[in-house]
């Protein structure tokens, strides 16, 4: 038989180690060895009534990062102290949280402001509140990928995330992306947003028309008009040229002439120009051409 001291010469060499030796699970001293090496996950291997034990996993807690609440009893996991500890060391650990905790204010916004994608596992009250929003895309603005659906599709909300990094266009829900008055808001706030939709406009003469006459009545900087311009292929750029309005892009945005007032804005802000899927592994997905 394998001899106490051997079991916590074991541990601590290899806190997952604790798995193997049954009789010595309730063990507080040996299990206290086993999460101390490193390994604060062997709180798996520890027995119910040691998982309970609020001294043994905060110690866990603190040895792996926060991940050792997953296996924490479900009082515990419903100690508002225990789980700040974990999500103190990383946010997203909150979803091993309990229910009552996952719907606590401070304990979210603490979550969301370490990992601002920790959002996605808050309860769907905190997840609507606007608060909570703000934090998490403070933290990281690609947080709108893992928002409601709702959320997602309210204009505000996906600006304050494009204000913080123009590539979140992409998690806004089709409804805005497929509005062209949505876009152009999107570009004023951030023009480098053009990256980020479908390279099936590249050939679309009327996008490129709506979006730059809409950019110089905005006054956006000459850069902006000029990397707006380039998304598009050279056959829509030499087109434009031959326009009056848009007499040169290098460094023209702001000597373009506005004499003239073309009824097509009018006809294109409100219109819609097809789903822009959401970008999945750098692949856009495609914005087509409305019928006419």
């Not at 010595?24 to 101390?36: H, M, N, P, S």
């Not at 609440?69 to 700040?84: C, H, N, Q």
């Not at 062209?180 to 490129?208: C, K, M, P, Q, T």
Request: glycine share 6%; hydrophobic share 40%.
């Amino acid at each position: 038989m394998v001899s106490r001291e051997e079991v916590i010469d074991a541990v601590q060499e290899d806190g997952t180690n604790l798995e193997f030796f049954t009789d010595f699970q309730d063990d507080k001293e040996i299990v206290l060895a086993a999460i101390g090496s490193i390994y604060g996950s062997a709180l798996e291997f520890a027995s119910d009534r040691l998982k309970d034990d609020k001294e043994i996993v905060l110690a866990a807690i603190e040895s792996s990062h926060g991940s050792a609440l997953e296996f924490a009893s479900d009082r515990l996991k419903d100690d508002k102290e225990v789980v700040l500890a974990a999500i103190g060391l990383t946010g997203y650990m909150l979803m091993y949280a309990s229910d009552n905790m996952k719907n606590n204010k401070d304990v979210v916004l603490n979550a969301v402001r370490g990992n601002g994608r920790a959002i996605g596992v808050a309860s769907h009250q905190m997840q609507h509140d606007s608060a909570v929003v703000l934090a998490a895309l403070d933290n990281d603005p690609t947080a709108l990928e893992v928002m409601l659906p709702a959320l997602q599709n309210i204009p505000e909300v996906v600006l304050a995330a494009i204000r913080r990094n123009p590539q979140t266009y992409q998690y806004a829900s089709q409804a805005l992306q497929s509005n062209g008055e949505f876009l152009l808001r999107a570009i004023i706030v951030d023009y480098r947003v053009i990256d980020f939709i479908d390279d099936a406009n590249r050939d679309n003469y009327d996008v490129a028309h709506f979006l730059i006459e809409s950019a110089l009545e905005a006054n956006l900087p000459p850069e902006g008009i000029d990397h707006i311009t380039r998304f598009f292929s050279p056959m829509v750029q030499s087109a434009l040229m031959r326009e009056q309005t848009f007499p040169s892009f290098t460094g023209a945005g702001r000597r373009a002439s506005k004499k003239r007032r073309f009824s097509l804005k009018n006809n294109l802000k409100n219109r819609k120009y097809g789903n822009v899927r959401h970008l999945k592994n750098g692949t856009r997905g495609p914005l087509r051409r409305p019928r006419h």
